[in-house]
């Protein structure tokens, strides 16, 4: 309760959060636009690799994922769907395409501005290249991995309703190995917003979705006995409107902005400072 209620706090406010911390725990970031499938997306894409190229986005993969539904009464029915992946030299920010989803993501983000900037012209690509009329869903995910110091411990870093059940505070009793997790899940004036957390390990320092890391990221490796936590947040929308980058990047803002203030919201201001807030 104590985590949704400063959500909640941080959601009245109209106050922009556009500071940087110059220490910022922030490992991954994804933005994600739904739409109405289109078949024929494979027929473009030579076109838009050229496009792409110009970004910078030199490199190129095609793979395939597996789509599971259900249908009541049914066993579920598994289906091959191709995807493409255009990501920069360095492999630190790519851009994947489906044949209803166009996505950016990045472990080396900026600012949101960058960001957006990018993800615009990406939209702007595909939407030239490409039959897509309307997009559907959309999204930001922000992924930080909270690593406290040697004489620190999670509970510095992050607030009481992200840590679970406080098992240190159990007297004379032998505490073995421990796993995190929690998960706050509310509706916001955008969408849906999910704040969850969950304990980190040397081979996994990102959600389980977001494994294995398609992109390459300059993080020293995690101690065996070490005490660090994923915090990932995930504001999303449902939304009927035109695939322009214009009115999208509008949407993906709003998203961002409430995104922002979750974030501060969950962490302590000893962690800001740590990581450099200069408010």
């Known amino acids: 309760m104590c985590l949704l209620w400063c959500i909640i706090e941080c959601m009245i406010s109209t106050q922009r959060v556009s500071?940087?911390?110059?220490?910022?725990?922030l490992v991954h970031v994804i933005t994600q636009v739904r739409f109405a499938t289109v078949l024929s997306i494979g027929q473009s894409i030579a076109q838009i690799q050229e496009r792409l190229k110009e970004m910078g986005f030199v490199r190129y993969q095609?793979?395939?994922?597996?789509?599971?539904?259900?249908?009541p009464g049914s066993p579920p029915k598994v289906e091959a769907q191709e995807r493409w992946d255009f990501t920069d030299r360095d492999r630190q920010?790519?851009?994947?395409?489906?044949?209803?989803?166009?996505?950016?993501?990045?472990?080396?983000?900026?600012?949101?501005?960058?960001?957006?900037?990018l993800f615009g012209r990406a939209v702007q690509v595909v939407s030239t290249e490409a039959p897509v009329e309307l997009a559907e869903r959309m999204g930001i995910r922000y992924v930080d991995l909270i690593r406290p110091g040697k004489e620190e411990s999670l509970e510095d870093y992050l607030r009481p309703g992200l840590l679970g059940f406080p098992f240190s505070e159990l007297e004379?009793?032998?505490?073995?190995?421990?796993?995190?997790?929690?998960?706050?899940?509310?509706?916001t004036t955008q969408g849906t917003l999910i704040v969850r957390c969950t304990s980190a390990s040397n081979d996994q320092f990102l959600p389980p979705d977001l494994m294995p890391p398609v992109l390459a990221y300059n993080i020293p490796r995690l101690e065996p006995d070490e005490r660090a936590a994923i915090l990932d947040t995930d504001h999303f929308a449902v939304v009927d409107k035109d695939f322009k980058a214009e009115a999208l990047l509008e949407q993906l803002d709003l998203l961002h902005?409430?995104?922002?203030?979750?974030?501060?919201?969950?962490?302590?201001e000893y962690a800001l400072k740590k990581?450099?807030?200069?408010?």
């Open 19 to 25: 500071r940087k911390l110059a220490k910022a725990p």
């Open 62 to 71: 095609k793979s395939q994922i597996q789509n599971i539904s259900y249908v």
């Open 93 to 117: 920010t790519g851009i994947v395409l489906t044949q209803d989803f166009v996505a950016l993501h990045t472990s080396k983000y900026e600012t949101f501005d960058v960001f957006g900037e």
């Open 172 to 187: 004379n009793e032998q505490i073995g190995d421990w796993a995190l997790r929690s998960e706050a899940i509310v509706q």
């Open 257 to 268: 902005q409430t995104a922002s203030k979750v974030f501060r919201a969950a962490v302590t």
């Open 275 to 279: 990581w450099g807030d200069s408010a």
